[in-house]
């Protein structure tokens, strides 16, 4: 199947996404350092990586979609065997989607470009998770 959520409908929602990430960081941060004091590096992304994976994760297994990708008006569904195909995506792909979108983001958006050459309008982790964005 083939998405129909364009690279700049998707860089949006990754614009208010990767601000509220930011925003939920520094609370998360703010609060863990008042509780913990001085916490260091390691202890720092230990509280406050999880709070990110949670974000996204749950976002997409509850309400099929982030806060950046209801305002730009999509979300994301499966797109794998097609009994399940249009439904809700499970924890397992949340969690690769997750991971392989991270990747993509560290590697200066290559998953996400890769969309721009894919046939199907896919970026890295929406193929490899069986994932789909799909306008509302």
Do not use: E
């Not at 309400?63 to 979300?75: L, S, Y």
């Not at 989607?97 to 969309?115: D, E, W």
């Amino acid at each position: 199947m083939k998405s129909n959520v364009s690279f700049l409908r998707r860089l949006g929602a990754m614009f208010y996404d990767t601000c509220l990430t930011f925003s939920l960081v520094f609370f998360v941060g703010m609060v863990a350092n008042a509780l913990f004091g001085d916490m260091g590096g390691a202890f720092f992304y230990l509280i406050t990586l999880p709070s990110v994976y949670l974000y996204f994760t749950m976002s997409w297994v509850k309400g099929r979609q982030t806060v950046g990708m209801k305002a730009w008006k999509f979300q994301v569904i499966q797109n794998n065997q097609s009994s399940h195909k249009g439904k809700t995506i499970t924890h397992q792909q949340a969690f690769i989607r997750f991971m392989l979108g991270f990747i993509s983001f560290l590697t200066l958006g290559a998953g996400f470009i890769y969309q721009v050459f894919n046939r199907n309008n896919l970026a890295w982790h929406d193929q490899i998770s069986h994932t789909l964005l799909v306008k509302n």
